[in-house]
């Protein structure tokens, strides 16, 4: 099976250079018509946006630069209209622009705490927002948020980049839920490339095999019609791999344990892993307990 994107229409943010560069190209060379976004500077300039642009132009395919800042809604619904004018529909949305203000927590001031989360989470939810409802009404759209492992799973001196990266689980599952019968699939990437993020945490050796060229082979395939939803794909040099959320069993603890020291007494019961399950929607989880509890007091809740 060959994945095609011919007449679609993809928005790609942060798109200039490095994964979001790779990843308009990669759309592109299927067929889709871009729209590559990158921060306008100071004086308005696109210059990174217009370099990708002529070099997909060039190839044969069909490309428009945009200036916005993700974080303005206002930027963000005037781009998505550009595309309704010059194309009459949005498909595909990668949600990749992105910035990094590092520093311990103790030394990072909250201006640069909500920086970070303002252009990646609210970046993310402006431009979803914005080709939603085109979506909605064309009854076709693909979504994809960029997470990082560095959300799922921690990293030093990120507590806003972290913050906001397993923010992107949240928002996914959701729009995931109401989504899904106007077949608009929502899912999360989670790469690894040797960018100008993140330089310098490689070895050479390594950070020319974590090419971010490796990863937007991932994008395409959650940008096509066949591709799933609500998933968080991890992806870096060639590697490709799905992070999944479980939650134990657990147990629900007679009326006289419900205490701290009964849920210390019971922790290792508690946070057992044999039965855990990946629930699905959020209901699930108080679902799970009222059954539990039911089932202690002899309840028939059928």
Not at 122 to 146: D, H, P, Y
Not at 282 to 288: A, H, R, S, T
Request: net charge negative; charged share 20%.
């Amino acid at each position: 099976m060959t994945i095609k994107l011919d007449g679609q229409v993809a928005i790609v943010t942060g798109a200039g250079r490095g994964l979001g560069r790779c990843h308009a190209i990669a759309l592109a060379e299927r067929g889709a018509h871009v729209v590559v976004n990158d921060l306008a500077d100071a004086e308005g300039s696109t210059v990174n946006a217009d370099a990708v642009v002529a070099e997909i132009n060039a190839a044969g395919g069909q490309a428009m630069s945009n200036g916005a800042n993700v974080a303005d809604f206002g930027q963000v619904q005037a781009m998505v209209q550009s595309a309704m004018d010059a194309w009459g529909r949005v498909d595909v949305l990668i949600n990749n622009a992105g910035i990094l203000r590092d520093k311990t927590f103790a030394k990072m001031s909250m201006d640069d705490f909500r920086l970070v989360v303002d252009v990646h989470l609210m970046g993310t939810a402006n431009c979803s927002k914005a080709v939603w409802e085109i979506m909605r009404e064309q009854q076709f759209g693909r979504i994809v948020l960029t997470s990082s492992s560095s959300g799922l799973y921690g990293n030093f001196g990120q507590a806003n980049y972290g913050a906001a990266k397993m923010a992107m689980l949240g928002l996914m599952n959701t729009l995931h839920l109401e989504g899904a019968k106007y077949n608009i699939r929502v899912n999360c990437l989670a790469p690894t490339a040797g960018t100008a993020m993140t330089e310098g945490l490689f070895p050479e050796a390594v950070f020319e095999l974590m090419a971010p060229e490796m990863v937007s082979p991932g994008i395409v395939f959650l940008s096509s019609a066949d591709a799933p939803s609500r998933k968080v794909l991890c992806a870096g040099g060639g590697g490709f791999a799905v992070f999944k959320g479980f939650e134990t069993e657990g147990l629900s603890l007679q009326p006289d344990q419900v205490t701290p020291e009964g849920v210390a007494k019971a922790w290792a019961t508690i946070e057992d892993e044999s039965g855990q399950k990946e629930l699905q929607a959020g209901f699930e989880q108080p679902n799970k307990f009222a059954t539990q509890a039911a089932v202690k007091l002899g309840l028939d809740l059928s």
